[in-house]
Nanobody
Framework: QVQLVESGGDLVEPGGSLTLSCAASGFTFSRFTMRWYRQAPGKERELVAGMLLIGGRRDYKDSVKGRFTISRDNVKNILYLEMNNLKPEDTAVYYC?????????WGQGTQVTVSS
């Protein structure tokens, strides 16, 4: 059974930091492209960051470049998103996504709220 379980979301003040985790199981994690998406209330889901393999290319949404870092542990089967200097506009539900060919899996999401 494929599972992607996100955790680490929280309420944080502007300028604060959070690290999200996504624990994967039920598929060969190391072969999958992994991405983080987010969806704010009333808005469409958008791509935040993605990477293929350890040491591979990483892509970021322009507004998070220099603040967010995506990484993965192919031994523990965990995807991370380190988020620094958080802004109110980063408030959203953050989703983990795995893809390989026609295969596509989503997690249930974790809420990040940036507010004073």
């Amino acid at each position: 059974q494929v599972q992607l379980v996100e955790s680490g979301g929280d309420l944080v003040e502007p300028g604060g930091s959070l690290t999200l985790s996504c624990a994967a199981s039920g598929f060969t994690f190391s072969r999958f492209t992994m991405r983080w998406y987010r969806q704010a209330p009333g808005k469409e889901r958008e791509l935040v960051a993605g990477m293929l393999l350890i040491g591979g290319r990483r892509d970021y949404k322009d507004s998070v470049k220099g603040r967010f870092t995506i990484s993965r542990d192919n031994v523990k089967n965990i995807l991370y998103l380190e988020m620094n200097n958080l802004k109110p506009e980063d408030t959203a539900v953050y989703y983990c996504h795995a893809s390989y060919g026609s295969l596509s899996y989503w997690g249930q999401g974790t809420q990040v709220t940036v507010s004073s």
